[in-house]
């Protein structure tokens, strides 16, 4: 028999599979372009969050990030092929910071120190995003984005040991999506007034 950790897991990466599908889809339709940096820094620290979490007791719950790990990393193909190019020297500054969430871990051994470094990077890498949004909210997709938020909040829930370290990124991501969706919402609300 499942205990409800594992049920909430296997929902969430249901959802997850769900958001992704609606991205995937804009990605082909034309609609949604992501930004190819985003993403890349996204596969790299939700991959660090992932194996971080395991070391830490993140049982069922931490299946979550894996998936999502895969996921940005299909995400980061696709973006070579249909996403947002244009790349600033914030844009940059993400990546290091990804890279020395893994060198943090690897210097120190302690998976904490790798998480608060991502975390923190994770407010960068979503600035490119959010900077694209801003300006084309259309060429985003607000359902995937806030749909992720069932699917992490669900994570919180199915982790099986709940502390700093396996809990910190998925509230960061929870924190950053709730601001990006309100900001596509936002920004398509007023394009629409402007046009009336």
């Given at each position: ?10 929902v ?13 889809r ?8 992501p ?5 890349f ?13 395991l070391v830490?007791?993140?049982?069922a719950?931490?299946w979550?990030?894996?998936v999502?790990a895969?996921?940005c990393v299909a995400?980061?193909?696709l973006a070579?092929?249909?996403g947002?190019k244009?790349?600033?020297?914030s844009?940059?500054y993400?990546l ?30 979503i600035?490119?995003?959010v900077?694209?949004a801003?300006y ?15 699917k ?6 199915a ?13 960061t991501?929870?924190v ?6 309100s900001m596509?919402l ?8 402007k046009s009336?």
């Amino acid at each position: 028999m499942l205990d409800y950790k594992t049920i909430l897991a296997g929902v969430g990466i249901a959802i997850g599979f769900v958001s992704y599908g609606s991205y995937f889809r804009g990605i082909f339709k034309g609609q949604t372009k992501p930004h190819i940096f985003s993403w890349f820094v996204w596969s790299l620290i939700n991959g660090t969050a992932f194996f971080a979490q395991l070391v830490k007791g993140g049982g069922a719950g931490a299946w979550i990030t894996g998936v999502n790990a895969a996921l940005c990393v299909a995400v980061t193909i696709l973006a070579v092929f249909r996403g947002e190019k244009e790349i600033t020297k914030s844009d940059w500054y993400s990546l290091v910071g990804a890279l020395a969430g893994i060198s943090g871990w690897i210097l120190t051994k302690n998976p904490l120190t790798a998480v608060v470094l991502i975390s923190v990077t994770d407010f960068f890498a979503i600035f490119p995003t959010v900077r694209k949004a801003y300006y084309k909210p259309y060429e985003e997709n607000a359902f995937a984005f806030g749909i992720d938020l069932i699917k992490f909040s669900l994570e919180l829930f199915a982790l099986g040991a709940f502390n700093l370290t396996t809990a910190l990124f998925p509230i960061t991501i929870l924190v950053n999506d709730t601001a990006l969706v309100s900001m596509i919402l936002i920004r398509r609300r007023r394009i629409i007034n402007k046009s009336l």
